[in-house]
Every structure is written in structure tokens, then in C-alpha cells.
């Protein structure tokens, strides 16, 4: 860390009249954790780390193996915008976690998705990723408690319905002001559902910003007496969330994009077709990483643009993977998009296990098997050979038991603590009996 760094911070949070900064890191699962102190602390924890119990954090350390340490990553320091009230405005710096002997934690899922960087680097490649990230917008209900209400009964790019459209410039604004770039923003196909499109960029800082979206669109929508919800499938019988994420490698030595060809009929190199059958590979094995809960295989059903079939396409929004047009003159835009995570994920992790399979295909030579073009919802898949996602979070759980390219990716610390937690929830739901059984078996059985 720069001196200059240092005190260039430091200037920023006595300019801004800072008087409380929070020390941010996530959970194995995603969810983000902070430690707040007064900004006269921020020099001791800028030199020497702030200690804290790892125990009590979802999948960090066991009781006895409890301390652990923030470093604050200072390139990620910046005021919150909504949390500027005089006396006590409060900026925000992310991270990483160190154990008591100063070595980087390897549970840290900041740290997971670095080492799988470092991965790429030797291999000679960048990691750049863009995501879309979907969420509803709900109204309190009568109780004042939060409930499934949407916001407005608009629909896809809407404009006259579309009651939240002052609410996501708010959120959008708040983002640019911490240095975010936004591509677009724009009404979903569901009464309430919204979407942002983060710039692109270095996954690394993407997924920085991914946590932070999460955080300051939950933030705004309070403070409009709304609540933001990011899970998969809130409502039944309409769209889910999905976290569509385009990726591309940059050649390290070249600067240029490692994924475009311009003889190839989808303007795609050997390297993007090897990565594309990484991702088709290790789909089953990764989906418990990118669609994390029960909820999330209520998503992955046929007839609500989320896809069901392990395959790949350009025209087809009924494919896991899909490659976008890029305009004439953009070829260094060319990308692939992978459209099963949902925003529940933890972005760190998500991105390692990606990468980690993309990786894989290059170093094998993977070959692409053809493009499924047409719409899967209405073919019988059987005829072309595809494969399906995983139905539930038990049977994506049993996929990543057999991985073994994606347990590396994740080490055995996170693997071991994640494969736990979510087979906890999954017994947790197998054992619960719903609404929905009572309503159906009580008049009958």
C-alpha cells in the first residue's frame, strides 16, 4: 500500500467531514458483513488491521480458530451517498481477511476469486465480466411487514406504468457517485421487476460493485418506503431474478480481446469456443455456486427466459450460454453471456467457479459442440443430445460432489464450509411442509 494512497484517503474522509467508515467483507454465501469504527481509527487500521470474531461469520472459522483480521483495501474506499447525514456520515472500504499469522485467509471469498485471477494471469489472460442484475421492487403490506407486493403493474421497457423509473435513476446516481459505471437501466418483464446493467470490467472490481449495488438499491428503496429484493423467484407464475453475466478474456501481452476471430462465423476464436465448452462442462458442477438456494430451481424452469438446457447460441435466449451481436468496428466487445446465476449468488465465488471452468476448457482443447438456434422450450431437447441444469438444490449439490475442477476453484476451506451450509438448508426444506401440500393433500388424504 502507497503511502500516497494512504494519505490521499485519508484527506478524502477529513474533507467529507467522514466520521465513521465500515470495514466491509461478505460471508461465504455473499451476504455483506461490516465491522464500523470511528474515522480517527482509520490510520490503526490502515497500519496494523482491525481483529474480529471469525466464528461468528457463515463459514469462516470454528469457535476455536476464531481470530482473524480486516486489511482495508483502499483503492475501494468511498462515501456512502445515502449515508451523509451531518455528524455522521459513514464511507465504506472493502476488505480482504487475514488469519493471526498475517497469511491471507484462504475461506475469504475476495480471496478465492484473486487466486483464480492469478490463475488466469499465468495462463496469459485478463478476466473481464458485465453483469445485468434483476431485482423486484416491493410495497410494505398492510401490517407495515414486508410482503410480495409489486411496486407497479409495468411490464417489459415500459414508460407511462413504470412508477419506480425516479427511484432507479436515485440508485443509479448513488452508484455513479461511488464510482460505478452504469450501462442502462430499464423496467423488467414482471410488475415490479427492475434491471441495472453494471459497466464492464476486471472481475475483480465487477464483483466489488456487484456486492455494492446490492447494497445501496436495498438502501434507496427504504428510504422511498419500498424494499429491494434480489431473490430468484418471489412470485409464482412470472420471471424470476436472473444475474446475466457476459465475459471475455484480455491477452495479456496483445491487450486485445482473446475471445473474437473474424473468420469465425460467430466472430469467435478457438480460445472463446475451448472457454464456452468449459462453462457447458462444468454447468451442473457450478450451479449450486451460481444459483445458491431453494429458491433458485424455481427460476430455472421452462417458459420464464431462464434456461433449463445445457447449450449455447446467439439468437437464442432459451440457451445457457449465449453469444451477443456485437455492433460492425466493435469486435474488442465480443463476449460470452452466461444466463443461469441469479443475483442470490455470492459474486466473488461465482465469477472464480466461471473462470475456473473456462479455464479448464482452454487447457484441455474442449471442443464446441454445434449451436442450438432454436427454441428449446419447444423441441423435445432428447433429439439433440442436451443435458438439463440440475432441478434443486439437492441434485446441484450432488453435481459439485463430483467436480473437482470447481472444488479446487473454490479450495477445500470454502468448499467444505459452502457444501455444508446449503446442504443445511436443503434438509432444512425437505423436512419443512409447505402451504401448497396442506391446501393440495389435507381435503383428500
Not at 153 to 182: E, W
Not at 214 to 220: H, L, N, S, T, Y
Not at 237 to 245: A, I, K, R
Request: include cysteine; glycine fraction near 8%.
Amino acid at each position: 500500500m502507497s503511502d500516497d494512497l494512504r494519505a490521499a484517503v485519508l484527506q478524502q474522509a477529513a474533507e467529507q467531514h467522514i466520521a465513521f467508515v465500515n470495514l466491509q467483507f461478505t460471508d461465504i454465501l455473499g451476504m455483506v458483513k461490516n465491522v464500523t469504527i470511528p474515522v480517527e481509527e482509520l490510520p490503526a487500521a490502515i497500519e496494523r488491521g482491525v481483529w474480529f470474531d471469525g466464528s461468528s461469520i457463515e463459514g469462516y472459522a470454528r469457535t476455536v480458530e476464531s481470530d482473524m483480521y480486516l486489511v482495508p483495501d483502499l483503492t475501494t474506499f468511498v462515501p456512502l451517498p445515502w449515508d451523509q447525514q451531518p455528524g455522521i456520515a459513514t464511507a465504506r472500504v472493502i476488505c480482504t481477511v487475514h488469519m493471526p499469522d498475517g497469511k491471507p485467509f484462504a475461506g475469504d471469498p475476495r480471496a478465492v476469486l484473486g487466486n483464480m485471477l492469478k490463475q488466469a494471469a499465468e495462463a496469459g489472460f485478463l478476466y473481464n465480466v458485465g453483469p445485468e442484475i434483476e431485482f423486484f421492487l416491493f410495497k410494505p403490506g398492510s401490517d407495515g411487514r414486508i410482503a410480495a407486493l409489486p411496486h407497479d403493474d409495468a411490464g417489459y421497457f415500459d414508460v407511462s406504468t413504470d412508477q419506480a423509473t425516479h427511484i432507479r435513476r436515485q440508485m443509479v446516481r448513488a452508484l455513479q457517485q461511488m464510482g460505478i459505471g452504469v450501462e442502462a437501466m430499464h423496467h423488467e418483464v414482471a410488475s415490479g421487476q427492475h434491471e441495472i446493467d453494471l459497466g464492464y470490467g476486471e472481475a475483480l472490481r465487477t464483483a466489488d460493485h456487484l456486492v455494492t449495488l446490492r447494497v445501496a438499491a436495498k438502501a434507496i428503496a427504504q428510504l422511498n418506503g419500498l424494499y429491494a429484493t434480489f431473490m430468484p423467484k418471489p412470485i409464482v407464475g412470472v420471471n424470476g431474478n436472473g444475474l446475466h453475466l457476459h465475459q471475455s478474456l484480455t491477452d495479456i501481452v496483445t491487450g486485445r480481446n482473446a475471445f473474437y476471430d473474424a473468420d469465425d462465423m460467430y466472430g469467435l476464436s478457438p480460445i472463446a469456443r475451448h472457454f464456452i465448452a468449459g462453462l457447458l462442462m462444468h454447468a451442473r458442477g457450478m450451479c449450486v455456486v451460481l444459483a445458491p438456494l431453494v429458491n433458485s430451481y424455481k427460476r430455472l424452469v421452462p417458459g420464464y427466459e431462464a434456461p433449463v438446457y445445457i447449450s449455447w447460441g446467439r439468437t437464442n435466449r432459451s440457451a445457457l450460454v449465449r453469444v451477443p451481436r456485437v455492433r460492425f468496428g466493435r469486435n474488442e466487445a465480443t463476449r460470452v453471456e452466461l444466463r443461469c446465476p441469479d443475483p442470490a449468488c455470492n459474486p466473488y465465488l461465482a465469477f472464480a467457479v466461471m473462470l475456473a471452468a473456462g479455464l479448464d476448457g482452454i487447457r484441455r482443447s474442449l471442443s464446441l459442440r454445434d449451436a442450438a438456434e432454436e427454441d428449446l422450450f419447444h423441441v423435445d431437447p432428447r433429439t439433440r443430445g442436451l443435458e438439463m441444469l440440475p432441478s434443486s438444490l439437492g441434485l446441484a449439490l450432488e453435481a459439485l460432489r463430483q467436480d473437482e475442477v470447481i472444488q479446487a476453484a473454490l479450495g477445500p476451506q470454502v468448499y467444505e464450509r459452502f457444501v455444508e451450509a446449503r446442504q443445511q438448508e436443503w434438509d432444512s426444506y425437505r423436512a419443512y411442509v409447505s402451504e401448497w401440500e396442506v391446501q393440495r393433500y389435507l381435503p383428500i388424504f
